[in-house]
């Protein structure tokens, strides 16, 4: 079973930073540049639809970000420790979110959750004007 266990949330007021882990167990996945596996993050506050956030790919040096967090958020991972961070810089009150970390193999649009196959439980971040 592959569980992906998220941690780095909570409460921060306008401006300031958190940086999120995401560490997956069980998750194979390749490091060869020409590989489709990703690792990524999205977000989902009350009411609205889950989105994408950030990912990145396991192999190679290939990112997505969503156009609300580009130039804020930084992803990156360690593959030795299967784990993935989100640098999130200049936090502001529209990031209010459960943010989720997600893993998938064959991935052709970062972008789209149903791309992923594997999800954590999540990691509540509040930005407080």
């Known amino acids: 079973q592959v569980r992906l266990m998220e941690s780095g949330g909570g409460s921060v007021q306008a401006g300031g930073s958190l940086r999120l882990s995401c560490t997956a167990s069980g998750f194979r996945y390749s490091t060869r540049t020409s590989s489709s596996d990703v690792m990524g993050w999205f977000r989902q506050a009350p009411g609205k639809q889950r989105e994408g956030v950030a990912a990145?790919?396991?192999?190679?040096?290939?990112?997505y970000y969503s156009n609300s967090v580009k130039g804020r958020f930084i992803i990156s991972r360690d593959n030795t420790k299967s784990t993935v961070f989100l640098q999130m810089n200049g936090l502001q009150p529209d990031d209010t979110a459960m943010y989720y970390c997600?893993?998938?193999?064959?991935?052709?649009?970062?972008?789209?959750?149903?791309?992923?196959?594997?999800w954590g439980q999540g990691t509540q971040v509040t930005v407080s004007s």
């Open positions: 997600a893993a998938g193999n064959y991935v052709a649009d970062p972008a789209h959750l149903s791309e992923y196959s594997y």
């Open positions: 990145i790919y396991t192999g190679g040096t290939s990112t």
